[in-house]
């Protein structure tokens, strides 16, 4: 039997590295332990947040549904579908301690009685993306923009636009601009698909002791197969926390009454891709920062030595405003798809030739012409990906069933 994990964020490297590793191969092993999920497994990294095209997919909130009925709390919402899946496992280990003859695991079990956890709960993604942009903006405009030679570029809204895109340049990797980008970094939130659920708040997922409490309540193997019953993955790495198996026949099931009878529908029905967003997001930001920084700086002060006259003249340049929709109209869809395409390219980490670039344009804003944004901008998804190395499309992050076996589907 393996011993007990120790690992948490107080210990120095050598031990914690020692640890982790020991968990990595010891503790709820999936190759032992059935219905579980590793979200710390690269292979992983974007279960529940890219669709079967591996497109970043956010889900469509008029889906979600109430989960905490029996709180005071009524805030914690799910996909609808999740939601009804949740109902019936919380009332199924509600159950099974209930009674002297008929209970199944302890009243006492962490299991017995579970509740929605506030911790990592479904959030609207834009609440997130919005409050990144407004950091993103603030030392653009209080830091970039304060060089001499940086401020006096910008005149009007079309400069505002170009310094933009330099900051990004130089950013380059560290910070994702778009949500896009923000939905697939370090910076995004866990749970804004609502598949996700956890029953306990107080943050235990760097202390390993305290996951290992959670693996030898007497009700974890119940916990387990009641998960696998409703259509729900364990975290692995946090058994509190479960997580939508949308491949299982059971969570299939749970979806069909919503009118999606296979993953694809799911997908079609639930969820809304990213990079719809992206486009009007980023103009409506990018107005919406440029009337901030006039308000900020409405002027900058130009001096200039007059030779005859031996002294220095000072001139006030005023920006020049523009209106909401004068804006609108002038910046459309290809103006911002190219927008798009340049910041994408500077968080994949990736250049290209000018003639490279004009050629990936023309031909997307073709695609555009023919068939509509979406099919272009799908096309510059796939140019970029090339570009950055990753191919084709990568193994995609869903589980299939091969009999009662869970395995990796390689694309």
């Given at each position: ?28 092993n999936?190759?032992q ?24 997919v ?16 009524d ?38 009685k ?11 993604l ?37 310094m ?5 340049r ?11 980008g ?20 107080n ?6 002791g ?10 974890f ?20 926390r479960?997580?939508a198996?949308?491949?299982?026949k059971?969570?299939?099931?749970y979806?069909?009454p ?13 969820f ?16 919406a920062?440029y ?39 002038k ?27 004009k ?9 555009e ?23 084709g ?13 869970q395995?990796?589907v390689?694309?």
């Amino acid at each position: 039997m393996p011993r007990k994990p120790i690992a948490d964020n107080s210990y120095g490297a050598k031990t914690l590295f020692r640890e982790r590793s020991y968990y990595k191969s010891e503790i709820l092993n999936p190759r032992q332990q059935g219905n579980v999920i590793d979200l710390w497994n690269p292979v992983f990294r974007d279960y529940g947040k890219v669709n079967l095209q591996n497109q970043r997919v956010r889900i469509d909130p008029r889906f979600l549904k109430k989960m905490a009925r029996d709180q005071s709390d009524d805030s914690s919402f799910a996909l609808n579908f999740v939601a009804d899946a949740w109902s019936d496992l919380r009332d199924y280990c509600a159950a099974a301690s209930e009674g002297p003859r008929n209970q199944v695991i302890r009243a006492d079990s962490r299991y017995a009685k579970i509740k929605v956890s506030r911790q990592n709960m479904w959030k609207p993604l834009e609440n997130s993306y919005h409050d990144h942009l407004r950091l993103i903006f603030n030392p653009f405009v209080t830091e970039f923009l304060q060089f001499h030679e940086h401020r006096k570029r910008v005149r009007t809204i079309k400069d505002f636009l170009e310094m933009f895109l330099q900051y990004a340049r130089d950013l380059r990797l560290a910070v994702p601009l778009t949500k896009t980008g923000f939905t697939d970094s370090k910076y995004g939130p866990v749970n804004f698909n609502g598949l996700m659920i956890e029953i306990e708040g107080n943050k235990l997922h760097a202390d390993d002791g305290a996951k290992w409490d959670w693996i030898n309540d007497g009700g974890f193997n119940f916990w387990v197969r009641g998960c696998a019953m409703h259509g729900f993955l364990v975290d692995r790495n946090a058994p509190w926390r479960i997580i939508a198996n949308l491949e299982s026949k059971k969570m299939a099931k749970y979806a069909e009454p919503y009118g999606a009878n296979s993953l694809p529908q799911m997908f079609d029905k639930f969820f809304l891709l990213t990079f719809e967003d992206d486009l009007e997001e980023l103009k409506t930001f990018m107005y919406a920062f440029y009337r901030s920084y006039l308000r900020f700086e409405p002027y900058f002060m130009e001096h200039k030595f007059l030779v005859n006259h031996k002294r220095t003249e000072t001139t006030q340049n005023f920006r020049i405003a523009i209106d909401k929709q004068s804006f609108f109209k002038k910046y459309g869809d290809l103006f911002w798809m190219r927008f798009w395409f340049l910041l994408r390219s500077h968080e994949y980490g990736v250049s290209f030739s000018d003639n490279k670039q004009k050629d990936i344009l023309r031909t997307a804003f073709k695609i555009e012409k023919e068939l509509d944004i979406n099919a272009a901008m799908g096309y510059i998804v796939r140019v970029l990906r090339k570009a950055a190395g990753l191919g084709g499309p990568p193994e995609k992050t869903f589980i299939r069933r091969e009999g009662d076996r869970q395995i990796i589907v390689k694309s």
